[in-house]
């Protein structure tokens, strides 16, 4: 989640967010920002840890959200993540990607249980080679059919 931006920027539509990132500064400073938000605990939590670890901890837990955001790096998600991912079944996934072929890659890994209803590529960093890619992805089975 870094600093929360993007969990926290949903903060009229959300009941409850919960935020993962490696970096412990980042972690931090999402509390932070969600404390001068008025957001308590109980309603944007961050944790500290590796996102296929924090995935695979909140699935054990039994977690069920309605919908899931990850930003992953380059290398895209782990196969942890993605198996978390499935268990939690949420309704939505959003995948926030800066790299098209690993998206693409995670995109079939989830394509036995999900279905990508829309993709919007980003350019953040004009002149460059690299693009954002936003994909959304809607479960199979909650009014979606798993062909395109």
Do not use: W
């Not at 001068?36 to 939590?45: F, N």
């Not at 990508?116 to 809607?138: G, M, N, S, Y």
């Amino acid at each position: 989640c870094g600093l929360g931006t993007i969990g926290l920027s949903r903060r009229p539509d959300c009941r409850k967010r919960r935020g993962v990132a490696v970096v412990p500064q980042a972690v931090e400073s999402a509390k932070a920002t969600a404390a001068r938000l008025g957001l308590g605990a109980d309603a944007a939590d961050f944790l500290c840890m590796d996102a296929g670890q924090a995935a695979a901890h909140l699935a054990a837990e039994g977690a069920k959200p309605d919908v899931i955001v990850v930003d992953p790096p380059r290398k895209g998600c782990d196969a942890a993540t993605l198996d978390a991912i499935v268990a939690m079944a949420p309704r939505t996934v959003v995948m926030v990607s800066c790299n098209a072929a690993t998206a693409a890659r995670d995109t079939q890994i989830l394509s036995p249980h999900y279905r990508p209803t829309a993709v919007q590529p980003v350019d953040l960093f004009p002149r460059t080679k690299h693009c954002e890619c936003i994909v959304k992805f809607e479960r199979i089975g909650d009014g979606v059919s798993s062909s395109l």
